[in-house]
């Protein structure tokens, strides 16, 4: 018996053929009657179910074209949502920057970042305006949070500017609240700190700001907040370590102050003294 099923198995072609040409010979050689119930038979046990087959498989693989569709649907909207919400948070931004714009009494110009310095620390970057928008070395720079930076270099549409983690860049600072005043310093670009005389009044959280000195930034343009006092056991001075207002590594936005330096105008008085001698 086995060996029967294994030369059908090896024949099958020729079997088929031979199978439906003696099915189709017996069909012409009955009469009416009984071809059309065999047709029926056939129909319901052969031609049927193989149809319902043929139906599925197609049903199948539509529901896999539409699930390849509905896929790539579902990716387009995914990337269109994230798209949204980082329009929406640069829109609030924008929004956050416009109001700061307002709320200063002071001529500003809005800039983009166009360029960063490569080094590990950022220590400046380069906006998109310059000697074209009227900007002028030494001028102040801040950003929605307080102080950025000064403009050190001037281009006909580009500038440079040198952020406060500069080690180089230091600022006079004033605690708003004892109005005791000292430096903005920074060794590492990281952390930043400020030498008080033992007896002033300086206490954690107090609000530094910019005191006005040094040629550069108005009085009063926020700046931090102190962090902890180090005492390190020096009869003359104290450390306090301050928190920036601003974030730094991720600016994108900043305000050139119109605002001529002040050094530059002492120094025109200064030539003035000079040449009536």
Not at 45 to 70: C, G, W
Request: hydrophobic share 45%.
């Amino acid at each position: 018996m086995r060996w029967i099923l294994e030369l059908i198995i090896r024949y099958r072609v020729v079997v088929a053929v031979l199978a439906a040409s003696c099915a189709s010979l017996w069909m012409i050689a009955s009469p009416p009657l009984r071809q059309a119930k065999t047709a029926r038979l056939l129909t319901i046990s052969v031609f049927y179910p193989l149809q319902i087959t043929f139906d599925q498989m197609t049903k199948a693989k539509n529901i896999y074209a539409e699930n390849r569709h509905l896929k790539g649907e579902v990716a387009l909207l995914t990337a269109q949502v994230a798209q949204l919400k980082d329009e929406k948070i640069e829109n609030e931004r924008l929004r956050g920057l416009f109001g700061f714009e307002q709320r200063m009494p002071l001529d500003i110009i809005p800039v983009s970042i166009v360029a960063r310095d490569p080094s590990p620390v950022l220590k400046s970057v380069v906006v998109n305006a310059g000697k074209d928008k009227g900007v002028l070395t030494f001028m102040p720079v801040v950003g929605e949070g307080g102080i950025a930076g000064k403009v050190v270099q001037v281009m006909p549409s580009l500038s440079q500017v040198q952020l406060i983690r500069d080690p180089l860049n230091r600022t006079s600072i004033l605690v708003r609240r004892s109005r005791a005043v000292s430096i903005l310093e920074t060794e590492n670009g990281i952390d930043f700190f400020g030498l008080f005389r033992t007896h002033e009044d300086v206490r954690d959280g107090d609000t530094i700001v910019t005191s006005g000195l040094g040629g550069i930034y108005p009085r009063g343009f926020p700046v931090g907040v102190v962090d902890r006092i180090i005492d390190e056991r020096d009869p003359l001075f104290k450390k306090a370590t301050i928190k920036p207002s601003l974030d730094i590594d991720h600016l994108e936005e900043l305000f050139i102050v119109r605002l001529p330096p002040q050094w530059n105008a002492f120094r025109a008085q200064l030539d003035s003294l000079q040449r009536q001698r």
